[in-house]
């Protein structure tokens, strides 16, 4: 697996954890129990935002491997 397919799976496991943590926080009614799931969340966004820009750093500037690599594939 290359290193933007692994990437762009771990991008979709955050944001579907990120949806799971925000709807039970919405869902449940004790207090303590929706801190933590909002706090959850923030941290899943946290993720995705630098998950986020790995992936555009990887799309916007290859690694010479992934260049050679591109090249060899041709």
Do not use: C, G, W
Not at 23 to 33: E, M, Y
Not at 44 to 61: F, G, S, W
């Amino acid at each position: 697996m290359d290193s933007l397919k692994f990437l762009e799976d771990a991008l979709e496991d955050k944001i579907k954890n990120q949806a799971f943590y925000n709807d039970a926080a919405v869902r449940v009614i004790n207090p303590s129990a929706r801190q933590l799931f909002i706090k959850l969340r923030d941290e899943e966004m946290r993720h995705i935002d630098v998950l986020q820009k790995e992936v555009v750093a990887i799309e916007n500037k290859p690694f010479t491997v992934t260049k050679i690599l591109a090249r060899l594939k041709n």
